[in-house]
């Protein structure tokens, strides 16, 4: 079975690092690229490494000549900078190049949170550009969704607030292990002319509201006290924390598209399986403890979710 060629950017967040580490275990070469300082030491030992930075676009050059694919996993604050790579893709040897997304799409709202609308500027600049792009949709994950109290469940506490008719409509998860286990999956031996052009969609679990406040109950012996708030009121959320430039009127966002069904169809139908892989249920999650912990939100962050619980009954 041939391997791809991969290269990967970013590699110490809270996905990627475990994204690289099976992307490593897959038997595909991998070449982490690293900016000037960054800490490699905890990097599989059988990838390859090269210190570059981005900007230094005759470096960056030279580091993907033998490439296949280029694979970046920057962060949040990190998006503008792939256009560095949009602008030597075509000046190497690489056939494809996957952006970080690792979310869902999004409606016109949506779109004007500066970190979609950089997404999607970037999709675009390569489009323009002529690389062919694979982009990997995670929807959720569900670490976030399930452990932070973003998106209205709080684990803790037994309390969920229904977001429009999230009750009874599902909302597309992931882990964090499914996803890296997924990226290797796609990438390491498929052949590159099957990725060109996908919106890859990964669906690990879908459970809706109900099911989620049933999995609590289960859990505490009890159901949890809940609030409904309506689509028009999130709505507001989303445009206060916009006029504010708050980064919070992401999850308003991802609480907006859960409850009017956007969610689940945006990610699209054309979902990749990975073979063999045993998928966690909303009970395992919940009720078996296996619910990983996702990265630690700010301060203020955790005080404004917290506080949206105080209606609930």
Wanted: proline share 4%; glycine share 8%; charged share 20%.
């Amino acid at each position: 079975m041939p391997f791809n060629r991969i290269a990967v950017y970013s590699h110490r967040g809270w996905v990627s690092s475990e994204i690289v580490k099976g992307l490593a275990a897959s038997g595909a070469y991998i070449r982490v690229l690293y900016r000037p300082g960054s800490d490699i030491s905890t990097l599989p030992e059988n990838v390859d490494t090269v210190e570059v930075d981005l900007a230094d676009h005759e470096a960056l050059i030279r580091s993907l000549q033998d490439i296949d694919i280029v694979i970046s996993l920057v962060g949040h604050d990190g998006v503008t900078i792939q256009h560095h790579f949009i602008t030597v893709i075509p000046k190497t040897n690489v056939q494809l190049f996957s952006p970080s997304d690792l979310a869902s799409r999004y409606d016109s709202l949506g779109l004007r949170i500066p970190l979609n609308k950089a997404k999607r500027e970037v999709e675009e600049a390569a489009h323009q550009a002529g690389i062919p792009t694979t982009i990997v949709l995670t929807g959720n994950f569900a670490e976030f969704a399930l452990g932070t109290r973003a998106m209205g469940v709080d684990c803790v506490n037994n309390k969920m607030i229904f977001s429009g008719d999230s009750a009874t409509l599902p909302v597309n998860l992931c882990t964090r292990p499914y996803v890296a286990a997924a990226y290797a999956s796609i990438f390491a031996s498929t052949p590159i002319d099957q990725l060109k052009g996908r919106f890859l969609a990964l669906s690990e679990l879908r459970p809706t509201g109900n099911e989620i406040a049933a999995a609590l109950t289960k859990k505490f012996n009890g159901a949890p006290s809940t609030a409904l708030e309506s689509t028009e009121d999130t709505i507001r959320r989303i445009e206060t924390e916009l006029e504010a430039g708050s980064p919070l009127a992401l999850a308003h966002c991802c609480r907006k598209i859960w409850g009017n069904g956007q969610q689940t169809e945006m990610v699209g139908d054309d979902i990749w399986d990975v073979e063999g892989y045993s998928k966690s249920t909303i009970d395992d999650l919940i009720v078996g403890g296996h619910l990983g912990q996702y990265r630690a939100l700010p301060a203020a962050a955790n005080d404004h979710f917290a506080g949206l619980f105080k209606d609930c009954k």
